[in-house]
T-cell receptor, first 114, second 112 residues
């Protein structure tokens, strides 16, 4: 398909394990964004990339969270030593080039930490 | 602190009538505003946007109004259709910062 894809769609892990969430943006999209969405809330910004450069990581909650986009396409959000409070929907979005271009969201990865 | 607020968690409207969804913001630096629609099990989908240099933007049945002095925007859907039933998120940004701040969403139910 031509949209943003994310994998896995669902991830259940035990507290203390590391998880890696993948985002495959729309081909040719320069900007890639990661958000976290708690139940009953709107998406909350985590970080974003232009090409392979991480431009803003101010929304990452702590140093257990990291993201990379080494070739300017696929991105991985990694959470180390997961905690129950990390349970949420993690959403990725991409846009052609920057904020005033429409952000297209993926279906999200539902992370549950037991 | 919640910089973008949607104070109505839900709204019910009859088909054919107007739906008005409201959003308030606190950060006077915001200069770009958007509405997203979200169906269950899908990601949010862009609906309409407005820059702070305008006070109205219209796209078909959807119109967004911006009142900068009141730090308030609203989305009007006329006429409402059952397929419009979804959660609507308001979002705002300062274009210099490249990130969206979302509200908590309003669930719209349009009944036939």
């Amino acid at each position: 398909g031509a949209g943003v894809s994310q994998s896995p769609r669902y991830k259940v892990t035990k507290r203390g394990q590391d998880v890696a969430l993948r985002c495959d943006p729309i081909s040719g999209h320069v900007s890639l964004y990661w958000y976290r969405q708690a139940l009953g809330q709107g998406p909350e910004f985590l970080t974003y990339f232009n090409y392979e450069a991480q431009q803003d990581k101010s929304g990452l909650p702590n140093d257990r969270f990291s993201a990379e986009r080494p070739e300017g396409s696929i991105s991985t959000l990694t959470i180390q030593r997961t905690e129950q409070r990390d349970s949420a929907m993690y959403r990725c979005a991409s846009s052609l080039a920057g904020l005033t271009d429409t952000q297209y969201f993926g279906p999200g990865t539902r992370l549950t930490v037991l | 602190d919640q910089q973008v607020k949607q104070n109505s968690p839900s709204l019910s409207v009859q088909e054919g009538r107007i739906s008005i969804l409201n959003c308030d913001y606190t950060n006077s630096m915001f200069d770009y505003f958007l509405w997203y629609k979200k169906y269950p099990a899908e990601g949010p989908t862009f609906l309409i946007s407005i820059s702070s240099i305008k006070d109205k933007n219209e796209d078909g049945r959807f119109t967004v109004f911006l009142n900068k002095s009141a730090k308030h925007l609203s989305l009007h859907i006329v006429p409402s259709q059952p397929g419009d039933s979804a959660v609507y998120f308001c979002a705002a940004s300062n274009t210099g910062f490249q990130k969206l701040v979302f509200g908590t969403g309003t669930r719209l139910l349009v009944s036939p």
